[in-house]
């Protein structure tokens, strides 16, 4: 069993800042790349940024300069740090994370159950 859990959403002023962590457990072998992504109301979901396991990189236009996304291996963890942030921005912010089990020594794609983030002008 694998399980991601989001963190650190909520409601917050336009300029204002947040950071979404998103924590893996169970049966890991390896992570490879992980990610975060975003749903609007009556929108579809989009990549905001992803992160491979040797630490490159790559963003949405629309969030290069004010988003920056890390992991920390150690704790299986990655962040979104997300600055500027603009009422656009409101959405429900899910990452998902490629998983080698340790068991089956299979790599699938997880999914967190999703996280609101609300920007007020």
């Known amino acids: 069993q694998v399980q991601l859990v989001e963190s650190g959403g909520g409601l917050v002023q336009a300029g204002g800042s947040l950071r979404l962590s998103c924590a893996a457990s169970?049966?890991?072998?390896?992570?490879?790349?992980m990610g975060w992504y975003r749903q609007a109301p009556g929108k579809q979901r989009e990549l905001v940024a992803r992160i491979i396991s040797g630490g490159s990189t790559n963003y949405a236009d629309f969030v290069k300069g004010r988003f920056t996304i890390s992991r920390d291996n150690a704790k299986n963890t990655v962040y979104l740090q997300m600055n500027s942030l603009k009422p656009e921005d409101t959405a429900v912010y899910s990452c998902n994370a490629d998983i080698i089990s340790s068991i089956t020594r299979v790599q699938l794609l997880y999914w967190g159950q999703g996280t609101q983030v609300t920007v007020s002008s």
């Open positions: 169970g049966t890991i072998f390896r992570i490879n790349a």
